[in-house]
Every structure is written in structure tokens, then in C-alpha cells.
């Protein structure tokens, strides 16, 4: 039982370069979401999803997209990457309550 | 102000020392999550609750809804306890049961 799994775990991307995270869980849980985590800051929700086809926005959308086409997986997109998304990312998957979380993309935007 | 406060931010103690982590939140709650992430970086749920308190070796949790404020205890410190402790709370009426995340409590205990 992998739990969730994330892919790459570190990256460096140029400025405008574009890329995707992967993540995978198999415990056929509904939602998923994705997080950054910034120096002493808390985890910020970038988009998240209740099932397959339906994706919302969290609290810092803007520079990702995202999609749900299987229940499995939830690939996070960055287009054009800027510094400021130099941030570790989690992807987490839940049912109702009982959080799996990744083990984190460290990313730096340069 | 965060809708989720978590003190103390940074904690050393040396082994052996009862710990006590607080949390306070200001909006309504479904639940209240603790986690906890080490060095490494990776992110593990220690408890999940609704009221009252929770045990799991030496950890402890307790909850106080009227109040609005949490607490984790670790009995007996080691360690290997050295690890951020994140709280973290699920909003009443929210959907896909995302979680808002205080900024973390660093923890230090000391041989």
C-alpha cells in the first residue's frame, strides 16, 4: 500500500520553463489537494478536488491549474514559472477526515 | 490575524520533560488535525478530533470546542520527538474537507 505518492521530490526550473507535478494514491479516496508550504508559513491550498472531473480553487491558485480524470491521480501544472513558486509542494488525499499527505516536491524557480 | 494560532512557535526541552503545544482558532470547526512533519519533510496525521481528547503513547490531545483552543501533550520528551507539530482545523460547512494549517510549533528536545 504506497499511500500517496509524488513525483519528482526536487526540481529547479528557469523562469518561464513549465512543469508537472504528479501525484498518485491508491486508497480510492475522493479528495485531493495540493499545498505549498513556505518558510514559517503554513500550508497554503493551491486547488483541490472532491472526485474525478471536479477540481476547485484554493486559497493561492493563480500560476497552477490542475486536473481529475481518474480518482488515482492529480497532476498539479505550473505554466511560466516564476520565482515566487519556489515553495515545497504536498499533495494529500482524504476521505472525510483521516489526511494521507505526500512526501513533498522541494521546487526552485531561478 | 490567522485563523489558526499555534504557540509556542519554537520549544527546546531536554529529555525526559512533560511538553505542551497549544493551538487556538477563531472559526467554526468540523475537526481539528495534529500533524506532525520531521526534518525530512514528510507530513504524518498524528490525531484527528471532534471533543474531548485523544491518546496514542505518549501523546496526547485534547480539544476544548467552547473555547476554541487545542492542546498536544508529549509525556516523557525524546529525541527523537525533535519535529515541527502543525495543527491544523477543517472549517464547518466546507467543502472537500481541505484544512486550514497553523504555522507550526518547532520542537527541539535535547539528550
Known amino acids: 500500500n504506497a499511500g500517496v505518492t509524488q513525483t519528482p521530490k526536487f526540481r529547479i526550473l528557469k523562469i518561464g520553463q513549465s512543469m508537472t507535478l504528479q501525484c498518485t494514491q491508491d486508497?480510492?479516496?475522493?479528495?485531493m489537494y495540493w499545498y505549498r508550504q513556505d518558510p514559517g508559513m503554513g500550508l497554503k491550498l493551491i486547488y483541490y478536488?472532491?472526485?474525478?472531473?471536479?477540481?476547485d480553487k484554493g486559497e493561492v491558485p493563480n500560476g497552477y491549474n490542475v486536473s481529475r480524470s481518474t480518482t488515482e491521480d492529480f497532476p498539479l501544472r505550473l505554466e511560466l514559472a516564476a520565482p515566487s513558486q519556489t515553495s515545497v509542494y504536498f499533495c494529500?488525499?482524504?476521505?472525510?477526515?483521516?489526511?494521507?499527505f505526500g512526501s513533498g516536491t522541494r521546487l526552485t524557480v531561478v | 490575524k490567522n485563523e489558526v494560532e499555534q504557540s509556542p512557535q519554537n520549544l527546546t526541552a531536554q529529555e525526559g520533560e512533560f511538553i505542551t503545544i497549544n493551538c487556538s482558532y477563531s472559526?467554526?470547526?468540523?475537526?481539528l488535525h495534529w500533524l506532525q512533519q520531521h526534518p525530512g519533510g514528510g507530513i504524518v496525521s498524528l490525531f484527528m478530533?471532534?471533543?474531548g481528547k485523544k491518546k496514542h503513547g505518549r501523546l496526547i490531545a485534547t480539544i476544548n470546542i467552547q473555547e476554541k483552543h487545542s492542546s498536544l501533550h508529549i509525556t516523557a520528551s525524546h529525541p527523537r520527538d525533535s519535529a515541527v507539530y502543525i495543527c491544523?482545523?477543517?472549517?464547518?460547512?466546507?467543502?472537500?474537507?481541505?484544512?486550514?494549517f497553523g504555522e507550526g510549533t518547532q520542537l527541539t528536545v535535547n539528550p
Open positions: 494529500a488525499s482524504s476521505l472525510v477526515d483521516g489526511y494521507t
Open positions: 486508497m480510492n479516496h475522493n479528495y
Open positions: 478536488s472532491v472526485g474525478a472531473g471536479i477540481t
Open positions: 472559526v467554526g470547526i468540523s475537526a
Open positions: 478530533l471532534s471533543s
Open positions: 491544523a482545523v477543517r472549517r464547518s460547512a466546507t467543502s472537500g474537507s481541505r484544512l486550514t
